[in-house]
């Protein structure tokens, strides 16, 4: 399987539970990154991993927890999100951590928070 | 951190008419990026421009980028159906240290 995949597409879950969002990219690539997406926003960037490393952390609340086991996976771990938190998470991969090659995304997992 | 600026906000055509959408900063890019996100998909990559007054076309689509690096445009010919989604401009600050999306355009081209 080649480019981007997200994990799941779609996920309702409440202010109290646990979940994770998975991301694995098979294209060699070396920098991985969650953005969120909301309504009205500019994607915001989350995280990165290059060479799975956590390289930046845009001050994102600590009930986002991101795993990077390998340079092919990332997760998104969420624990007691707000409402607020709903919106279209987007993972994405890059040859190198500067994007000037371009970053390819999955297909995103769409969250709504109860 | 710098920001990019997208116009017109939202957009609707109909099918055949030509269009120009803008993305704008006060400040300069070492490049450039637009990409195209349809609904409940991600962002896909178009084109990258590096050079300043740099042209490239993709199909029905050219794109350009300004002499001095602070702007870029993306021009659609006869427009189709499928050029329907949202139009993201993304670049990277001229110390590269900063990686920015622009809010984008959304279009809609109507049959």
């Known amino acids: 399987e080649t480019g981007v995949t997200q994990t799941p597409r779609h996920l309702v879950m409440g202010m109290t539970n646990k979940k994770s969002l998975k991301c694995e990219q098979h294209l060699g690539h070396n920098a991985m990154y969650w953005y969120k997406q909301s309504a009205k926003k500019p994607l915001e960037l989350m995280f990165v991993y290059s060479l799975e490393e956590r390289v930046e952390n845009n001050s994102v609340p600590s009930r986002f927890s991101p795993e990077c086991p390998n340079s092919s996976h990332l997760f998104l771990h969420l624990h007691t999100l707000q409402p607020e938190d709903s919106a279209l998470y987007l993972c994405?991969?890059?040859?190198?951590?500067?994007?000037?090659?371009?970053?390819?995304f999955g297909s995103g997992t769409r969250l709504t928070v109860v | 951190t710098q920001l990019l600026e997208q116009s017109p906000q939202f957009l609707s055509i109909q099918e055949g008419e030509n269009l120009t959408v803008y993305c704008n900063s006060s400040?300069?890019?070492?490049?450039l990026q637009w990409y195209r996100q349809e609904p409940g998909e991600g962002p896909v990559l178009l084109v990258t421009v590096v050079t300043g007054g740099e042209v490239k076309k993709l199909k029905r689509l050219t794109f350009q980028f300004g002499d001095a690096r602070k702007d870029s445009s993306l021009h659609i010919t006869a427009a189709q159906p499928g050029d329907t989604g949202l139009y993201l401009c993304a670049g990277e600050d001229n110390y590269g240290q900063n990686f920015v999306f622009g809010p984008g355009t959304r279009l809609s081209v109507l049959p």
């Open positions: 400040s300069v890019f070492s490049s």
């Open positions: 994405a991969s890059s040859q190198d951590p500067t994007g000037n090659y371009g970053y390819t």
